[in-house]
């Protein structure tokens, strides 16, 4: 996980932090790897010098012009670098003392203080590093008492698992369930689309790992979708739909239409994967009760309660690999079972997208 420091504080135990001796460029005649020699080429050589260098090596990383420069503690490596490709740099500790330090903490987790948000190997400053939140005092005092040297650096906050909000999941409401839609995004936030009749409950929304957000918008009857705004950090929106027991995720690429007659495949918690053809675009469905919704959708993809909101994608292609699909819309509600068959009715996608002005997460 990325962190930017606020503060960094220098605490010495034992040994002295690290200095650099002096970092010289490549010689005229040898030209320097940069990045755009490609990951296997900077790999191979990065892979190469540590080998070479034995126990002198002190790392390898990419300067802030892209150049590739290599670390040893003895100066006498520095013409087998230039000669490699990448610019040399001297530093006092080489890879294995640094990776002995961060193995001496990696054996003090016990009774490890909340605020020690993690450590590493700078391989650029050529020291390790203890990321403490806020600077908090039990976490230097954990530090300090390691008994190698160590930097301590100030941390925003701690981190934490991600999890994902993913197509045809769970979407669990105060008064009732549904399933993810889509993921979509504006100029400031993320937010989940679903069915209308599922975000009319309103309130907090929770997901299959935690609570995603609350209702932000809402639409039925007359349309039926509705948003939810993700407030949590936590939770990341990948453009994918769940096909349960039937195979890895679709990731989505699009949202092209599929026309009458052509095949379309949805996601939801009750029926999980099931497919179908479209049948009719533009239709009205009576719902009862006055709930009349317009511009959906008929398909003979079968869908029980349960499902409502989720995904509805273009049929992905057989065989193996990515299975690339187009976001078609947020299952409604339809008749019949899965056991029967029956008719399932969709809210396409775009309509909301466009309603609310938002770009749908998508490869």
Not at 72 to 88: E, F, L, M, Q
Not at 344 to 360: H, I, M
Request: charged share 20%; net charge negative.
């Amino acid at each position: 996980m990325s962190r930017r420091p606020l503060r960094t504080l220098t605490v010495l135990i034992g040994a002295a932090a690290a200095v650099t001796a002096f970092a010289a460029p490549a010689s005229a005649g040898t030209s320097v790897l940069s990045e755009a020699a490609g990951p296997a080429t900077l790999a191979a050589v990065q892979q190469e010098l540590g080998t070479s260098l034995g126990a002198a090596f002190a790392g390898s990383w990419l300067d802030t012009t892209g150049r590739l420069v290599v670390g040893t503690t003895d100066a006498s490596h520095a013409a087998r670098i230039r000669a490699a490709g990448a610019v040399p740099k001297v530093l006092r500790h080489s890879t294995a003392e640094l990776k002995a330090i961060q193995s001496t903490l990696d054996n003090r987790t016990a009774g490890l203080p909340g605020s020690v948000a993690g450590w590493y190997v700078d391989v650029a400053a050529n020291d390790v590093v203890v990321s403490v939140v806020g600077g908090d005092a039990a976490g230097r005092a954990w530090a300090e008492a390691a008994g190698v040297p160590v930097r301590v650096e100030q941390v925003k906050s701690a981190p934490r698992p991600l999890w994902s909000v993913i197509g045809g999941q769970g979407l669990y409401f105060s008064g009732g369930a549904c399933s993810v839609g889509f993921n979509a995004f504006d100029d400031d936030d993320h937010y989940v689309i679903t069915a209308g009749h599922c975000t009319e409950l309103g309130g907090t929304v929770r997901g299959v790992d935690g609570t995603i957000g609350r209702v932000e918008r809402s639409s039925f009857p007359g349309n039926d979708y509705g948003t939810v705004k993700v407030t949590h950090s936590d939770v990341s929106t990948p453009p994918r739909v769940d096909r349960y027991e039937d195979g890895t995720d679709v990731r989505i690429e699009g949202a092209d239409v599929v026309g009458v007659g052509g095949r379309i495949c949805r996601s939801g918690i009750t029926t999980h994967w099931q497919c179908g053809r479209v049948e009719a675009l533009d239709q009205t469905v009576n719902y009862g009760n006055g709930n009349v919704v317009r511009g959906l959708t008929q398909t003979d993809a079968c869908a029980e309660p349960g499902d409502s909101g989720g995904s509805f994608v273009s049929r992905p292609s057989s065989g193996s690999g990515t299975k690339l699909v187009q976001a078609q819309g947020m299952t409604s509600g339809g008749s019949g079972d899965c056991r029967s068959g029956g008719t399932t009715f969709f809210q396409p996608v775009k309509e909301v997208l466009n309603r609310y002005d938002l770009t749908l997460e998508k490869d």
